[in-house]
Every structure is written in structure tokens, then in C-alpha cells.
């Protein structure tokens, strides 16, 4: 038995961004940034997965989709990179969108939500199975950022609303090529189709 | 009471479940998978434990355990790692039950892992569900996925009615451009998407013959046909769009319309006719085939003329605001990747654990702290259309630390502490006010 509702544009964009929030705040579980301590279990989709109760943590995640959600409705974005960065970047989670988004005359698209439900499970399930082993590197001492694949238009737009807001966005620095790409899962389900995989920048040495 | 036979063999599968397949093997996993009673599960999965035991093999595995018992008035179900089993048992004061919930491979950090692979597990098997109903139906089959697809486009071939005025066939044509599905071979006699006027004509009279007897109906009729259902009954529009979405989600891309077999000479579709606006973004080159204006489709270019001038007066309005003197198409396309300056402190400090973990729907962020507060800010900026507006927001921001009491207070302080712990079961003495200590900011997380 699936389940399928209409959905208006911005019902779609929400749903993808609670998507990416639930996966960023897994991530940040699964690679053990931080004390396991600040994380409190919770529901999605009926499934188990964890969230930061830290408010700077909470906040400076919540401003990122903020902006993400604001660039969607654009179409604006290509892809959301968590990076993992020890000075230099060691880990990169990658969320590319491919949108497909074609509204019926009505304004609404028909989701199939049973089937999303269960790639994004299966999407977490594959992370903190695959990111909760150990690493080479020493995650007590990496920090995270985000990055934000986007164009030239929409930074014009965001450097308009940059001085009357906190959070400041600016352009990164070139981007090294990886060591080793690693797919982790696919969210193909219309309109949405994303790919999650993680670029690795450890060296030989590590 | 099941055989020793078939206790062995339900002891084989869990045998390959665990170790071949490395599944986490809970008792309901395997009662839906082998179609036996939950009891004999259990006791399937309690033998499997000891021959492990007995073969010395048990701490290569983990044995996660179900407990339920009493504490106090109040009843506790449990789900117990094998090493923590006797401390958990100690702490109930009468234990109700007491059996095997699974058997894993390897070592598990936590057991939400153990909720997830029983909820996937259980889907999968909610076909076997459905055959230990008492209802049961010959003629109801479940059919292949690939087969639904091939009957969904055949379904809509078949619903395909009579040709309708040229008009309407060619409005709605424009309209379900890019909703057409590429391999729906309906072919239209009107549709005009070749260049030369006599080569069509050439075409349609060859091949309108051959197409006859084939008994196609033509790709503008259907959509005729269903705008003037529409027109009438509205329902079974959403019906088609419903089966198109279908075919979405089968194909899983977004569909472009290809150009059939008679349209495959010499056509090109205007880019601007399937790029209505830059918001979607396609997965797909679109295949050049260019239309032929006649006199119907007049309305239609006019509109595409619209929505260009629109974007062109959209563009207009960017290149107004922005300071870049560069302008045009390059600039706009162009990829840039943008990077959050501000990075979480690294390591917050670790908080305890005054409960058990509890399943949280929502999150809540500490009211107390004295050193960043929340301030309703108003703040001006510009809307996309010029606007000035305000709003309202909070703002965190540091305050002014309260000074440190004196040594005086602060004898006084420890010495209501004392009698407060000693009370702290029954009352609560209030603080007085203006002596408590300024709380620092690890007071979120509480000491042990």
C-alpha cells in the first residue's frame, strides 16, 4: 500500500529540507564530532535517528537550510556539502540535486511519500552503518563547515540580504580534487532525485 | 510442538541468516521469514544461543535479549545486551519474561540500529502477511511491477477517443508538451512539427493509410479529447494526470517529448518552447526540433513572446540592482560555490544523562543563559520588488556579566546549601534574590 498526496511547491522544498536536516545531524552523530552526549534521540519517518540539542549547533544548521530553502525555490542550488576540515578538508558528504519539478496545472505535484520515506531510511540506515566505524583520521579535533554549489545570480541576490542578516555567506576557496569518491544512496523518487556520496581527501599518510 | 527435524532445519537458517548473510536475526524476523509461531521462534533462537555457547563461540556474537518485569507498582520492557543481563536482572524486583530478541554478528553500539532492520525486515514481508488472512481470492494476483508499467500506457491508448476541432488539439498540445511521455507512439495527422509544408503533406498522405488500419489514434486527439472531457468532467483529468505522474515515477527522469517516427526528418524543437523559465532545470539535453508556425499556433507563440519579454524585463530588473558591470548570459550561469564562514565550537562541553534516553519529537533549547540573551530586533531590507519592509526578530546577543558576589554572600550561599541538601527530597527552599551565582554557560550541561 503506498501513500500519495499533492504537494505544492513549497510543501516539496520543506519536506527536502527536513531531509537534509535529519542527514546533517546523523552525520554529525555518526562521525562523532562532538560528545554523543548533546544528542537526543528522535523520529522521522518513523525511524530512529538523532539530533543535536546544542543550540549553536542547532542554529548554525538551521541558517544553512534557511539559505538552502531560500535558493531552492530558485532553483538555484546544485549541491549541499558538509565539510569535514582538520585546517584542510579531510571529509566531504555530498547531497547533489537534480530537480525535476513540473507542476500540474492545479500548482501541485503528486509525491509518492511512502517511497520517499523509505530511500531517506534507507539513506540513514547507510550512513550510520558506514560513517559509525572507525576512521584513520582523528575526528576530535576536525570541525565542520557547509558549502553551498550555486550561481552567479543568486549570490548577487544573497549579497542583497547580507547586511541586514547574521549569517554571512562567502566564496570558497578552490576545491581540491578527491583521493576516492564513495556513493553512499540515491533519493530517486519524483520530483526529488538526489545523490548522497561522500568525497574522501585523507592522503596516503593517514 | 514442532519436530526435531524441523527445528534443525529452522536452526540452519538462522545459522545462514547470521553468518552468510550477516542479518541481525530478531524472533519476529524470523517467525514472518520461515512462517512459524513466535514461540517457536523464540526457542529456536535460545537453542541457536546455546549450541554457540557450547561451541565457544558466543562472544564472536552479540545476543540482545528481551526483558519485562517489575519495578516497584510499575512494569519495564527491556531490550538487554548479553553482557548487561545480570545487572539488569538484579534491578527488577520480579521478572515477568525473559527471552532471546536476537542474534547479531559482530557487536552493535546501539540498538536503534536493531529498531531499523526490524522495521525494513517487516516490510518486506508484508506480502507473506496477506497469505495468513482467512480471505483469500483466486482471481486476485499480484502483478509484477514492470507489468503495471506496460498496462499503464496501454491503458491510455485505449481511452483514446475521436478527433476534435484543430484548435483545441493543438492549444492542448502546447500545454502537455513536456508531459508526453517519449515512447507513447501515438502519432497525431495534424501535428505539425516538420518544416516543409509539402514534405508533410507528402507524409500525411503516404502514411495517413498506413496508419489507418493500425487504428492509433493521434497524439492531438487524445489531448483533445480530454480537455473536452475536461470541460465536462473534471475528475478524469486528474486521472490522466495521475497516470502520466505514474509513468513519472516509473521512468524515474524527467520526460521529453521525442519526436516520433514521422517527425524525425528535419525537426527541431525550439529550446524556448520546452525552457520556459530558468527554475527548471533539466536532466536531459532537449533534442532540437523546431516547430512551424501557422496560423493556429499564433496564440501560443504569442505567449512563449510573453514569457520571454518577461524574463528579459526580469533580467532587466537584476542587472538594475546588481553592481556588476558585466552583464548577459555567461555571468548568470556561471557556477560558484559558496562557503559558511562561521564554523560550531568544536567541542561543547559533555552534559549528563539525568534519564533514560527518550524518544523526543522535539527539541528544546535551554532557557537560562545569562551571558547570550534573546532580543526582539527590528530589521529593514529590501523586497524583490523595492520595498522596504521590517521585521521583527531575536537576536542573540552577549550581556554585561553580573558581578561575582562577595566572599560574605557566599559563605551565606554555602550555608543554606547545606540544609538544601538535606531537604532536597522533600521541599525546594527558593533561592533568595539578587545572591544567587551568575551560571556560567556549561550550566546547559550539568554536572555529574
Given at each position: 500500500m503506498t501513500l500519495s498526496a499533492s504537494f505544492s511547491r513549497d510543501e516539496c522544498i520543506g519536506l527536502l529540507v527536513d531531509f537534509l536536516e535529519v542527514s546533517l545531524h546523523q552525520i554529525l552523530w555518526a562521525c562523532k564530532l562532538y560528545p554523543s552526549e548533546i544528542f537526543r534521540q528522535t523520529q522521522k519517518f518513523n525511524t530512529l535517528v538523532y539530533k543535536s540539542i546544542h543550540p549553536e549547533v542547532n542554529n548554525y544548521i538551521d541558517n544553512t537550510l534557511n539559505t538552502v530553502r531560500n535558493l531552492l525555490s530558485n532553483d538555484f542550488v546544485e549541491k549541499l556539502v558538509l565539510v569535514i576540515k582538520?585546517?584542510?578538508?579531510?571529509?566531504?558528504?555530498?547531497?547533489?540535486?537534480?530537480?525535476?519539478?513540473?507542476?500540474?496545472p492545479s500548482g501541485k505535484v503528486t509525491l509518492n511519500v511512502t517511497e520517499i520515506r523509505q530511500q531517506a531510511t534507507a539513506i540513514w540506515l547507510t550512513m550510520s552503518q558506514r560513517l559509525g566505524s572507525e576512521t584513520h583520521y582523528d575526528r576530535e579535533n576536525c570541525t565542520f563547515a557547509f558549502e553551498i554549489h550555486t550561481r552567479n545570480v543568486a549570490y548577487d541576490k544573497m549579497l542583497e540580504r547580507q547586511s541586514t542578516e547574521d549569517f554571512q555567506w562567502i566564496v570558497a576557496d578552490n576545491i581540491m580534487n578527491p583521493n576516492s569518491v564513495m556513493p553512499i544512496r540515491k533519493l530517486d523518487s519524483n520530483p526529488f532525485c538526489i545523490d548522497v556520496y561522500t568525497e574522501d581527501y585523507r592522503g596516503d599518510d593517514s | 510442538m514442532a519436530d526435531p527435524s524441523d527445528v534443525d532445519k529452522l536452526l540452519e537458517n538462522v545459522e545462514q541468516f547470521v553468518n552468510d548473510e550477516n542479518k541481525i536475526v530478531t524472533y519476529e524476523f524470523l517467525s514472518q521469514n520461515c512462517g512459524i509461531h513466535v514461540n517457536l521462534a523464540k526457542t529456536v533462537l535460545e537453542r541457536y544461543v546455546e549450541e554457540l555457547k557450547k561451541k565457544k563461540k558466543d562472544l564472536l556474537y552479540q545476543v540482545v535479549y528481551s526483558l519485562a518485569g517489575y519495578v516497584g507498582k510499575n512494569i519495564r520492557c527491556l531490550l538487554v545486551k548479553d553482557t548487561n543481563l545480570k545487572e539488569t536482572i538484579l534491578k527488577l524486583d520480579k521478572i515477568i519474561s525473559l527471552h532471546v530478541y536476537s542474534v547479531q554478528k559482530g557487536k552493535l553500539d546501539t540498538l536503534s540500529l536493531l529498531y531499523n532492520s526490524n522495521l525494513t525486515e517487516f516490510k518486506k514481508s508484508i506480502q507473506q502477511c496477506c497469505s495468513q488472512s482467512g480471505i483469500s481470492c483466486p482471481a486476485a494476483k499480484l502483478k509484477p511491477h514492470a507489468e503495471l508499467a506496460t498496462n499503464n500506457t496501454t491503458e491510455i491508448k485505449k481511452n483514446v477517443e475521436p478527433v476534435k476541432p484543430e484548435h483545441a488539439m493543438l492549444k492542448k498540445e502546447e500545454e502537455s508538451l513536456d508531459a508526453s511521455s517519449s515512447k507513447s507512439s501515438i502519432h497525431s495527422e495534424s501535428h505539425l512539427t516538420i518544416q516543409d509544408p509539402l514534405k508533410a503533406k507528402e507524409k500525411a498522405s503516404s502514411k495517413l493509410p498506413a496508419k489507418k488500419p493500425v487504428g492509433k489514434p493521434a497524439i492531438a486527439a487524445f489531448f483533445a479529447n480530454q480537455q473536452a472531457i475536461g470541460r465536462v468532467n473534471p475528475v478524469k483529468e486528474e486521472k490522466k494526470e495521475a497516470v502520466e505522474e505514474i509513468?513519472?515515477?516509473?521512468?524515474?527522469?524527467?520526460?521529453?517529448?521525442?519526436?516520433?517516427?514521422?517527425?524525425?526528418?528535419?525537426?527541431?524543437?525550439?529550446?524556448?518552447?520546452?525552457?520556459?523559465?530558468?527554475?527548471?532545470?533539466?536532466?536531459?539535453?532537449?533534442?532540437?526540433?523546431?516547430?512551424?508556425?501557422?496560423?493556429?499556433?499564433?496564440?501560443?507563440?504569442?505567449?512563449?513572446?510573453?514569457?520571454?519579454?518577461s524574463e528579459k524585463t526580469q533580467r532587466k530588473r537584476i542587472q538594475q540592482f546588481s553592481d556588476s558591470e558585466s552583464s548577459g548570459d555567461d555571468e548568470e550561469e556561471q557556477d560558484i560555490v559558496l562557503s559558511s564562514p562561521e564554523m560550531p565550537a568544536q567541542m561543547p562541553a559533555p552534559m549528563s544523562e539525568d534519564d533514560d534516553d527518550v524518544l523526543n519529537a522535539t527539541v528544546t533549547e535551554p532557557s537560562n543563559n545569562p551571558k547570550r540573551s534573546r532580543k526582539l530586533v527590528t530589521k529593514a531590507y529590501m523586497d524583490k520588488d523595492g520595498f522596504v519592509v521590517t521585521k521583527r526578530e531575536y537576536e542573540t546577543c552577549e550581556e554585561k556579566e553580573i558581578p561575582e558576589p562577595t566572599p560574605e554572600v557566599k559563605e551565606k550561599e554555602k550555608s543554606k546549601e547545606i540544609p538544601k541538601t538535606d531537604t532536597q527530597a522533600s521541599t525546594k527552599h527558593p533561592s533568595p534574590p539578587g545572591k544567587t551565582k551568575q551560571k556560567s554557560i556549561t550550566s546547559f550541561f550539568t554536572r555529574k
Amino acid at each position: 500500500m503506498t501513500l500519495s498526496a499533492s504537494f505544492s511547491r513549497d510543501e516539496c522544498i520543506g519536506l527536502l529540507v527536513d531531509f537534509l536536516e535529519v542527514s546533517l545531524h546523523q552525520i554529525l552523530w555518526a562521525c562523532k564530532l562532538y560528545p554523543s552526549e548533546i544528542f537526543r534521540q528522535t523520529q522521522k519517518f518513523n525511524t530512529l535517528v538523532y539530533k543535536s540539542i546544542h543550540p549553536e549547533v542547532n542554529n548554525y544548521i538551521d541558517n544553512t537550510l534557511n539559505t538552502v530553502r531560500n535558493l531552492l525555490s530558485n532553483d538555484f542550488v546544485e549541491k549541499l556539502v558538509l565539510v569535514i576540515k582538520n585546517d584542510k578538508p579531510v571529509e566531504r558528504f555530498v547531497f547533489s540535486f537534480h530537480s525535476y519539478y513540473k507542476t500540474t496545472p492545479s500548482g501541485k505535484v503528486t509525491l509518492n511519500v511512502t517511497e520517499i520515506r523509505q530511500q531517506a531510511t534507507a539513506i540513514w540506515l547507510t550512513m550510520s552503518q558506514r560513517l559509525g566505524s572507525e576512521t584513520h583520521y582523528d575526528r576530535e579535533n576536525c570541525t565542520f563547515a557547509f558549502e553551498i554549489h550555486t550561481r552567479n545570480v543568486a549570490y548577487d541576490k544573497m549579497l542583497e540580504r547580507q547586511s541586514t542578516e547574521d549569517f554571512q555567506w562567502i566564496v570558497a576557496d578552490n576545491i581540491m580534487n578527491p583521493n576516492s569518491v564513495m556513493p553512499i544512496r540515491k533519493l530517486d523518487s519524483n520530483p526529488f532525485c538526489i545523490d548522497v556520496y561522500t568525497e574522501d581527501y585523507r592522503g596516503d599518510d593517514s | 510442538m514442532a519436530d526435531p527435524s524441523d527445528v534443525d532445519k529452522l536452526l540452519e537458517n538462522v545459522e545462514q541468516f547470521v553468518n552468510d548473510e550477516n542479518k541481525i536475526v530478531t524472533y519476529e524476523f524470523l517467525s514472518q521469514n520461515c512462517g512459524i509461531h513466535v514461540n517457536l521462534a523464540k526457542t529456536v533462537l535460545e537453542r541457536y544461543v546455546e549450541e554457540l555457547k557450547k561451541k565457544k563461540k558466543d562472544l564472536l556474537y552479540q545476543v540482545v535479549y528481551s526483558l519485562a518485569g517489575y519495578v516497584g507498582k510499575n512494569i519495564r520492557c527491556l531490550l538487554v545486551k548479553d553482557t548487561n543481563l545480570k545487572e539488569t536482572i538484579l534491578k527488577l524486583d520480579k521478572i515477568i519474561s525473559l527471552h532471546v530478541y536476537s542474534v547479531q554478528k559482530g557487536k552493535l553500539d546501539t540498538l536503534s540500529l536493531l529498531y531499523n532492520s526490524n522495521l525494513t525486515e517487516f516490510k518486506k514481508s508484508i506480502q507473506q502477511c496477506c497469505s495468513q488472512s482467512g480471505i483469500s481470492c483466486p482471481a486476485a494476483k499480484l502483478k509484477p511491477h514492470a507489468e503495471l508499467a506496460t498496462n499503464n500506457t496501454t491503458e491510455i491508448k485505449k481511452n483514446v477517443e475521436p478527433v476534435k476541432p484543430e484548435h483545441a488539439m493543438l492549444k492542448k498540445e502546447e500545454e502537455s508538451l513536456d508531459a508526453s511521455s517519449s515512447k507513447s507512439s501515438i502519432h497525431s495527422e495534424s501535428h505539425l512539427t516538420i518544416q516543409d509544408p509539402l514534405k508533410a503533406k507528402e507524409k500525411a498522405s503516404s502514411k495517413l493509410p498506413a496508419k489507418k488500419p493500425v487504428g492509433k489514434p493521434a497524439i492531438a486527439a487524445f489531448f483533445a479529447n480530454q480537455q473536452a472531457i475536461g470541460r465536462v468532467n473534471p475528475v478524469k483529468e486528474e486521472k490522466k494526470e495521475a497516470v502520466e505522474e505514474i509513468k513519472k515515477s516509473v521512468n524515474g527522469k524527467r520526460v521529453v517529448r521525442e519526436p516520433s517516427d514521422d517527425e524525425s526528418e528535419n525537426k527541431d524543437i525550439n529550446v524556448d518552447a520546452i525552457k520556459t523559465s530558468k527554475r527548471f532545470k533539466l536532466s536531459e539535453e532537449a533534442k532540437p526540433v523546431k516547430f512551424h508556425e501557422t496560423k493556429a499556433k499564433k496564440n501560443v507563440r504569442k505567449a512563449k513572446q510573453a514569457s520571454k519579454t518577461s524574463e528579459k524585463t526580469q533580467r532587466k530588473r537584476i542587472q538594475q540592482f546588481s553592481d556588476s558591470e558585466s552583464s548577459g548570459d555567461d555571468e548568470e550561469e556561471q557556477d560558484i560555490v559558496l562557503s559558511s564562514p562561521e564554523m560550531p565550537a568544536q567541542m561543547p562541553a559533555p552534559m549528563s544523562e539525568d534519564d533514560d534516553d527518550v524518544l523526543n519529537a522535539t527539541v528544546t533549547e535551554p532557557s537560562n543563559n545569562p551571558k547570550r540573551s534573546r532580543k526582539l530586533v527590528t530589521k529593514a531590507y529590501m523586497d524583490k520588488d523595492g520595498f522596504v519592509v521590517t521585521k521583527r526578530e531575536y537576536e542573540t546577543c552577549e550581556e554585561k556579566e553580573i558581578p561575582e558576589p562577595t566572599p560574605e554572600v557566599k559563605e551565606k550561599e554555602k550555608s543554606k546549601e547545606i540544609p538544601k541538601t538535606d531537604t532536597q527530597a522533600s521541599t525546594k527552599h527558593p533561592s533568595p534574590p539578587g545572591k544567587t551565582k551568575q551560571k556560567s554557560i556549561t550550566s546547559f550541561f550539568t554536572r555529574k
